[in-house]
């Protein structure tokens, strides 16, 4: 009777546990859709252009040392746009955006705008954002003042990167801390990836190349 009554006992003991498992897996495939869902989206062949299309370079932004810089010094290169934080799972990502842009930065620029919207993970001002770049990842990608990339208060131009009549196609905000967009050599809104694609990612190899 004994060994019966302990044979239940342990073969509940495992359901219990399998459940706990289902459920925390469940949690962890929901905490990863800001992540992982639309992880790349792309520029239709042809857009509708109207008068309010604008460019990357119809813009000027603060660099982390206070100068206003002309985004339109980038043009014929291809732009990689990083909203950044010091403080996230993804921020590791500087390491690889930076060994991207030392082997590319004749063709490829890589800017990164720090961003306090998401689990409060850029507290930092200007000063310490760019004091922690430098000594943990040697960042010499051109970083920018910190702004806000959605909400009321979001930046003009990540207004101009989510929103499809001003861009011509667009219309995602950030789901997340590093997420990307890619401009063309035309000031052109290309692509947009999620926070968990990097240079080695498939995806990304894939649209710079085009």
């Known amino acids: 009777m004994k060994k019966y009554i302990l044979s239940i006992v342990i073969v509940f003991t495992i359901i ?71 403080k996230c799972g993804f921020t590791p990502q500087y390491e690889k955006w930076e060994s991207y842009y030392m082997s590319n930065k004749e063709k490829v620029v890589v800017l990164g705008f720090p961003a306090d919207n998401f689990g ?19 960042v010499s990608f051109p970083m920018f003042s ?26 995602k905000t950030p789901t997340w801390n590093f997420c990307k967009y890619l401009v063309n050599e035309k000031g052109e809104l290309t692509h947009f990836f999620a926070s968990k694609v990097t240079p080695d990612s498939q995806e990304f190899k894939i649209a710079i190349s085009q």
């Not at 639309?38 to 062949?45: C, F, I, K, T, W």
């Not at 985004?71 to 909203?83: D, E, R, T």
């Not at 409060?120 to 040697?138: M, S, V």
Request: glycine residues 6%; proline residues 3%.
């Open 146 to 171: 910190k702004i806000s990339v959605k909400g009321d208060d979001i930046a003009p131009l990540y207004q101009w990167l989510s929103t499809k009549t001003l861009n011509g196609w667009n219309d």
């Open 16 to 86: 219990a546990m399998l459940l706990k498992f289902m459920k925390l897996g469940s949690l962890f495939s929901i905490l990863s859709i800001p992540f992982t869902q639309n992880s790349v989206s792309q520029r239709p062949q042809s857009i509708k252009q109207t008068s309010e299309t604008k460019h990357l370079y119809d813009f000027q932004m603060k660099s982390l040392d206070g100068k206003m810089i002309d985004l339109s010094i980038y043009k014929g290169k291809k732009v990689i746009i990083l909203n950044t934080a010091s």
């Open 120 to 138: 409060h993970q850029e507290p930092g001002n200007d000063g310490e954002i760019a004091n922690f770049c430098q000594k943990n990842y040697g």
